[in-house]
C-alpha cells in the first residue's frame, strides 16, 4: 500500500507537486516561484500501480475513465449502464438523506467495480462550494467573497475541513471548489464565487481552501479540490458569462494566474477549465494553456476536467469546431483529461457520442494513444490520491452525524465578513432602543442570504437549509425591552409604503435590509450595479421618515448605488449563509465590532468599470482629482472597512530596505504601530500595499502584498508584523506585447500599510 503522507513517489522519486506541497505553497511560491524564477521541469512520475493499471487497460476502459457523467444519467440498470461506459467519474447529486446518499453511492460503486475489468471505483464530484451545500441541513458558511472580506484564510481552510468531512462521510470524494479566477467584474454573474480582486488575497485563500478539502485522513486526502477555472474566466469583456475574454499578456500572468499558482503549490488534485474564449480562443482546445502554462510554466501534475459539456459549447457557442467530434479532438490534444459530459440533453453531446468519437480519433492516430495513457493516469493518481484504491465507500453511520455541524464557525466568517461601509453614528443601536422595525425584501428570506449553489443551482427550492435570518438574529440580540416589528416588502415590489411608514415612524430604529436575489452563472449577469427601484423607493421612504436607520446589504457583487446618499448607515454582509443573521443583528447591536474590509472596489456605477485598485495608472480615483468629465471616484475603495472604533498608525518600517532583484522573492517585513484610540474593542486588519515608482513598465497603482491582523482594546497599542514579499509585483517587462518572463524589476518601491497614507521606500537594486 502506498503511503500517501511520504512526498516521494513508489519510485523514491519526488513530483513536483508533492515538493511544492512539501515545502509549503504560497510563502514559497504563490505569484513567484513557477514564473519568476525557470523552476526546472521535473518529469511527471507516475507510481507503479497507475504504471501498471494504464499498461494493462483496453482502450475502452480508457476512455471510461476519461468521463465523467451524472449521477441521474446511470438510471435504473447501474450494471447495465456501467458496463456499457465505465465512466471514471460521477457526479452531482442533491439529496436530503445523508445516510441515503452514502448507501446509493456505495450501492453504485459495487456495481461499477463490478463492472469495471481493474476494480476500478469512479470518483463521485460535486460543487460543494461553500460547505456541503447540496445536502439538505448542512450548514451553508458565506460565499467566498464574504471569506475574502474576513481577510482571514484559516476560514477558508477550516470551513474546507468541514466540508470535506461531511463530503466523505456522505460518499462524495471531489468538490469542484474552490474558484481561483480574480473578481473584478461585478456585472458578471459569478463575481461571489472568488475572493477577491487582488491576486495576492485571493492566493492566500485559494492556497487554504485547498489545504482545507484536501486534508489528510488515514494517509489519504479526505476529498479533492479543483481550482477553477482556468484561467481568465472572470474577465469576459462585457461582463457576461462564458463570453469572450480580452486579456493581455501581462495582465494574465501578473493577475490572473497567481491565485491558481497558489493553489496548484497547495496540492490542488484537480484543474477545472474555463467555458470561456480568451483573446478568441476556447480554453478548452488552448494547448498553450493547459500545456504550456499550466502543466510547463505552473507545474500542475493532476487531473485537467473540462466544465459542463464544454466540447459541444466549442462547436455551439464559440464556434471554434465544426462539429463535437472535432471539439474532442481538440479538447483531448490540449490537455483535458477527463470531459464532464454529464447529461443526454443535448443530442450531439452524450456520454455515447463522446465515447464513440474519441474511440474513432485514437485509432484514426488523431489523438495520440500517449496522450490518453497521459490523461488515464492522471485520472488514476488522483484516485490513488484519495485512497479510492484501498476504500472508495462511504460510512453510512457517519453520514448520520455530519448534517448541521460547524455552526459556530460559520458564524464566525459570517461576523468577520461583515464590512461597515458608512456611519454617521447611527450604528451601533442599542439593545434597549425600544421599538426597531427590521424591514426590506431580505429581512428573513432564507434564499437571499445563501446565494446560488444552495441545495439548487440558482436558489434553494422547497427545502430550506438552516438558517438564522436577520429578523431572528434582532429578535434574540435586543433586550427584553426591544420589541421587534416586521415589515417585509419585495426586492421588485414596494406596495406596502404606508404600512412601512407607518411602523418606521412608530419604531426607535430601523433597519433594512436589502440587496439581491439568488443566482448562478449567466443567470446572475447584470448592466447594472443600482438596487431595484423599489428598493431605492423603500429607503426613500424610510429616510423621509427620520426614524434612525441603518441598511443591510446581503448580495453577490457591489450592489447599490444611489442609496447610498440616503442611508445614514450601511453595512455589506455578503451572503453569509446559515448563520448571517445572528452575525448582521451582532454587528448591527454592538455585540460585534465589525472588521471586515471590502475585498473588491465598489464603483459608483458600471461606468467605472474595471477601475480596480490595482489598474495601471493614472489614478483615476483616490486624489480628489478625477478629470472633469470622468467620475471615477468609487463608491467605496478597496480595503474600506469602518469600525466602532478608531485605530491610529505610527511608525512605518520597512525591513530589509534594499534587496537585490535575484532574491526578491525575500521576505520583507513590514511593520506598524496600530492604536486603538477609540472607546471599543476591535480587530484590525493591516494590509500591505506596494507599488513600484515610475519606470518603463507602469505598475499596477497599489497592489497588497501581505496582511496581519490585531484585536486591540481601547487604549490598546500594538506593533503589527507582517511578512511580505514583492514577489507579487513581479511584472512582464516589455513591450506592448512582450510575453518576456515575469520579473521584479529594479526600482524604488513605495510601501504602505493600513489606512495610513504614510509611504516607506523598499530599494531593489
Ligand atoms: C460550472 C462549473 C461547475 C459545473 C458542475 C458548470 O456550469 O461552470 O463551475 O463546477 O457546472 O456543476
Not at 297 to 313: A, I, K, T
Not at 470 to 491: Q, Y
Not at 640 to 650: A, I, K, R, V, W
Request: with cysteine; hydrophobic share 35%.
Amino acid at each position: 500500500m502506498l503511503d500517501n503522507n511520504d512526498h516521494s513517489t513508489p519510485d523514491g522519486g519526488t513530483t513536483r507537486r508533492r515538493f511544492m506541497e512539501a515545502t509549503g505553497g504560497i510563502g514559497l511560491s504563490a505569484a513567484l516561484g513557477g514564473y519568476l524564477a525557470s523552476e526546472p521541469v521535473r518529469a511527471k512520475r507516475t507510481s507503479e500501480r497507475v504504471r501498471t493499471l494504464v499498461s494493462e487497460m483496453s482502450l475502452r476502459e480508457k476512455i471510461g475513465q476519461m468521463t465523467q457523467v451524472a449521477a441521474y444519467e446511470v438510471g435504473d440498470d447501474p450494471t447495465a449502464f456501467f458496463e456499457e461506459y465505465q465512466p471514471g467519474s460521477l457526479m452531482y447529486a442533491t439529496t436530503d438523506d445523508p445516510v441515503g446518499l452514502a448507501e446509493d453511492v456505495n450501492e453504485l460503486l459495487d456495481a461499477s467495480i463490478e463492472a469495471q475489468p481493474h476494480d476500478v471505483p469512479f470518483v463521485f464530484g460535486i460543487d460543494a462550494v461553500h460547505g456541503n451545500n447540496n445536502l439538505d441541513g448542512a450548514t451553508i458558511f458565506p460565499h467566498n467573497h464574504g471569506v475574502g472580506a474576513t481577510w482571514n484564510e484559516e476560514y477558508a481552510r477550516r470551513t474546507a475541513e468541514h466540508t470535506s468531512e461531511t463530503l466523505r462521510a456522505t460518499g462524495t470524494h471531489w468538490t469542484f471548489s474552490p474558484v481561483a479566477d480574480l473578481q473584478r467584474d461585478p456585472r458578471w454573474g459569478r463575481f461571489y464565487e472568488g475572493f477577491s480582486e487582488d491576486p495576492y488575497l485571493s492566493s492566500r485563500m485559494v492556497a487554504e481552501k485547498v489545504r482545507g478539502y484536501e486534508r489528510r485522513e488515514s494517509g489519504y486526502k479526505a476529498a479533492g479540490a479543483t481550482i477553477k477555472h482556468f484561467a481568465g474566466y472572470s474577465e469576459p469583456r462585457h461582463g457576461d458569462d462564458r463570453t469572450p475574454a480580452l486579456i493581455p499578456y501581462r495582465t494574465f500572468r501578473h493577475a490572473h494566474l497567481p491565485p491558481f499558482h497558489a493553489g496548484i503549490c497547495a496540492g490542488a488534485e484537480t484543474v477545472m477549465v474555463n467555458s470561456g474564449s480568451v483573446n478568441g480562443v476556447p480554453a478548452h482546445a488552448s494547448k498553450e494553456l493547459l500545456q504550456d502554462i499550466l502543466r510547463d510554466e505552473l507545474g500542475f501534475e493532476g487531473l485537467v476536467v473540462s466544465d459542463w459539456h464544454d466540447f459541444y459549447r466549442m462547436v455551439a457557442v464559440h464556434g471554434f469546431a465544426d462539429d463535437v467530434k472535432e471539439a474532442v479532438r481538440l479538447g483531448i490534444n490540449a490537455g483535458i483529461d477527463m470531459y464532464m459530459v454529464p447529461a443526454a440533453d443535448i443530442e450531439s453531446d452524450t456520454v455515447d457520442t463522446y465515447q464513440t468519437y474519441l474511440r474513432e480519433l485514437v485509432e484514426s492516430g488523431e489523438i495520440p494513444t500517449d496522450r490518453v495513457d497521459d490523461a488515464v493516469a492522471n485520472v488514476l493518481a488522483f484516485k490513488e490520491a484519495l485512497g479510492l484504491f484501498e476504500d472508495p465507500y462511504a460510512d453510512p453511520g457517519r453520514a448520520s452525524e455530519v448534517g448541521g455541524g460547524a455552526r459556530d464557525l460559520a458564524y464566525e466568517v459570517a461576523a468577520d465578513s461583515v464590512t461597515l461601509l458608512q456611519n454617521d453614528g447611527t450604528l451601533p443601536f442599542d439593545p434597549e432602543v425600544g421599538t426597531v422595525l427590521v424591514t426590506g425584501p431580505s429581512a428573513d428570506d432564507v434564499a437571499n442570504m445563501m446565494g446560488g449553489w444552495t441545495l439548487g443551482w440558482q436558489r434553494v427550492g422547497e427545502t430550506l437549509p438552516p438558517a438564522v435570518t436577520p429578523l431572528d438574529g434582532i429578535e434574540t440580540a435586543v433586550g427584553d425591552a426591544t420589541n421587534v416589528v416586521h415589515e417585509p416588502t419585495g426586492l421588485h415590489e414596494f406596495d406596502n409604503e404606508s404600512a412601512v411608514r407607518e411602523a418606521a415612524s412608530d419604531a426607535d430604529a430601523v433597519v433594512a435590509v436589502l440587496g439581491e436575489g439568488p443566482y448562478a452563472e449567466e443567470h446572475g449577469d447584470t448592466d447594472t450595479l443600482e438596487l431595484p427601484a423599489a428598493q431605492r423607493e423603500l429607503v426613500r421612504t424610510l429616510d423621509s421618515v427620520g426614524t434612525p436607520f441603518a441598511g443591510v446589504i446581503f448580495a453577490g457583487r457591489p450592489r447599490g448605488t444611489d442609496v447610498f446618499d440616503r442611508l445614514p448607515a450601511a453595512v455589506m454582509a455578503y451572503l453569509p449563509g446559515t448563520m448571517g443573521g445572528t452575525a448582521v443583528a451582532d454587528a448591527v447591536f454592538g455585540n460585534v465590532n465589525p472588521a471586515g474590509r471590502l475585498p473588491f472596489t465598489w464603483p459608483a456605477g458600471t461606468g467605472q468599470l474595471l477601475n480596480v485598485h490595482n489598474a495601471y495608472p493614472p489614478e483615476l480615483f483616490g486624489t480628489g482629482e478625477t478629470p472633469p468629465t470622468s467620475t471615477q471616484e468609487p463608491l467605496f475603495p478597496f480595503g474600506h472597512g469602518l469600525s466602532y472604533t478608531e485605530f491610529e498608525y505610527e511608525d512605518l518600517r520597512v525591513d530589509p530596505a534594499t534587496i537585490p532583484a535575484e532574491r526578491a522573492n525575500r521576505r520583507i517585513v513590514t511593520s506598524v504601530r496600530v492604536t486603538n484610540v477609540g472607546s471599543r474593542s476591535g480587530d484590525h486588519v493591516v494590509p500591505v500595499y506596494a507599488h513600484r515608482r515610475g519606470g518603463a513598465i507602469p505598475s499596477p497603482m497599489t497592489e497588497v502584498i501581505g496582511f496581519d491582523r490585531a484585536s486591540l482594546d481601547p487604549g490598546e497599542s500594538t506593533r503589527v508584523n507582517v511578512r511580505a514579499s514583492i514577489a507579487q509585483l513581479a511584472t512582464v517587462p516589455g513591450d506592448v506585447f512582450s510575453k518576456d518572463e515575469l520579473r521584479v524589476l529594479p526600482g524604488e518601491y513605495a510601501i504602505t500599510a493600513g489606512d495610513w497614507e504614510e509611504e516607506r521606500t523598499l530599494t531593489v537594486v
